[in-house]
Structures are given as structure tokens and as C-alpha cells.
């Protein structure tokens, strides 16, 4: 599982949470709840090989999962985890 996750970030519908330098494994996730919009979310943990945070982004009528909430897990990660 870990695995697809971590294609799923580095390859797939997730890689708007890639950071250089941090594996992540993370899901995203699109739901219509309502006719007012799409619910998207991105769960994640990282780094995916020793994991310090794990984490779940829920954008209510934000839009897709890999359009609002991926890029929020790329800033949370890039503040909690990388050196600058």
C-alpha cells in the first residue's frame, strides 16, 4: 500500500504534493456532496520510509483533491520537514 501511495505522489494524481528531496506517500480524493461544489481531499504521511507526520486535508467545496488539497500537503511539508 505504502508503495502506490508513493507512485501516487510521484508519478500520479498526487504529484502536486511532491517536494524534492522528502518521500511522500499520500492519496488524493474527490467527492460531490452537494450541488454546491466538489469536496477534495489528500491524505498523507511522510517521509514515507521513517514517517514523522501523517496528515488529512479535507477542502470542503474547494474542488479536486489533486487541485487544492495536494498543493496545501506540498506547503505543510515543505514547512514541517525541509531545512531551509
Known amino acids: 500500500l505504502t508503495r502506490l501511495m508513493i507512485d501516487a505522489v510521484e508519478h500520479g ?4 504534493a511532491k517536494v524534492s528531496g522528502v518521500k511522500i506517500a499520500g492519496k488524493t480524493g474527490t467527492a460531490r456532496t452537494s450541488q454546491k461544489g466538489l469536496d477534495g481531499w489528500f491524505v ?10 501523517a496528515v488529512s486535508i479535507i477542502c470542503e467545496k474547494g474542488g479536486k483533491g489533486m487541485d487544492v488539497a495536494a498543493p496545501l500537503a506540498k506547503k505543510l511539508v515543505t ?5 531551509k
Do not use: R, Y
Request: net charge neutral; hydrophobic share 45%; aromatic share 10%.
Open 79 to 83: 514547512e514541517i520537514l525541509t531545512v
Open 44 to 53: 498523507f504521511f511522510a517521509p514515507a520510509d521513517n514517517p514523522q507526520i
Open 13 to 16: 494524481l498526487g504529484k502536486k
